[in-house]
């Protein structure tokens, strides 16, 4: 099992000191989140010029925000500035960032990204760009623009992961992707899935060894059954925020996702409650066993039991999100963590 992170940038040097000892320690790749915070390719530049060996992906550039191209240019870019370690990671967002941040319709999220890894793929080739699509267009009709290529090193083995959530981009992922980019994850309910990936990839004559499995979880050590408790209760209210708060009021992945794994009444209930104003009394209808399933929580014993649970439900890359006030709190978590991972 390969270890990994994400980081987002922060207004300090914090991320970059994190990004560079954690290379130090060991782990094998790191990516960087773009939510309505810092831009993705940015910090990952930064990055490719102080590391020398992490696998440095894009988790996730969001799709819409850019034009097809102008994603395949930075993703060359970067692949070029890092010396063949960059990994494209795109997602479709949500209406809530789409819309309300960027003022770009969410319609068809999923032909979006079909298109999207369409236009991509022609770009990484080195071929002219031309493209006829419900989302996409190139060259744009009537006017004088001819199909181009881009002059920059073709790269047509770059890459692509796909963060998805539902059930149609799944498959999609599936059919299409490298690699999928899971979040949301109880692996006891992996098959609500993997069932779906599956399907994408027979459709496409390929086998799950053509894609790898990338899950992220917080993780924590506790000393004791004492601390673990305190751990969990912590925990609860920004799950319930997943199941509540995330997205719209008629539009939220997460809170569909955990329901597919087995929480249903316990998702519909915390939403309810969530969106009712009732915040505290949200947090508190998350019991202990759902916050254990979707995080690396526990003694380093538990934390190693649970990982090898995680990689026997088909994880083939961890994200690890270590916990710690500090710098120094989360590289000791994180250290601790990439012990534990079974590389088998």
Known sequence: MRTATTVEASSDRDVVDFVVEAERLGLD???????????????LGFLAAR????????????????TPVAV????????????????????????GVIEGLHGVPFARPLTRMRETIDVVRQAFAGERIAYSGRTVT???????GRPMRLSTPANPDLPIYVASLSPRMLELTGE???????????????????????????RAGRTRADLTICQGAEVAFAEDEAQLATMVAARRRGLAFSLGGMGTASTNFYHDAY???????????????????????????????????????GTEEMVRDRLRVWRDAGVDTVRLYPAGDTLDERLTTLGRAIRCAPRS
């Open 259 to 297: 329901a597919r794994q087995g929480w249903s009444d316990v998702a519909d209930a915390v939403r309810e409650r969530w969106q009712a104003g009732d915040r505290d009394g949200a947090a508190a209808l998350v019991p202990d066993e759902m916050v254990l399933a979707t995080t690396l929580l």
């Open 51 to 66: 590391t020398d060996r992490l696998r440095l992906g894009a988790g996730v550039v969001q799709v819409g925000t850019r």
């Open 29 to 43: 790749e790191c990516w960087v989140a773009e939510a309505w915070g810092s831009d993705a390719p940015s910090v």
């Open 138 to 144: 190139i060259p744009l009709p009537g006017g004088e």
């Open 176 to 202: 299409l992707a490298d690699g999928w980019l899971g979040t949301s994850f109880v692996p006891e309910g992996a098959a609500a899935y993997l069932d779906h990936l599956d399907a994408g990839l027979a």
């Open 72 to 95: 395949a240019q930075a993703a060359l870019t970067l692949d070029t500035l890092s010396g063949g370690r960059f990994v494209l990671g795109l997602g479709s967002s949500g209406p």
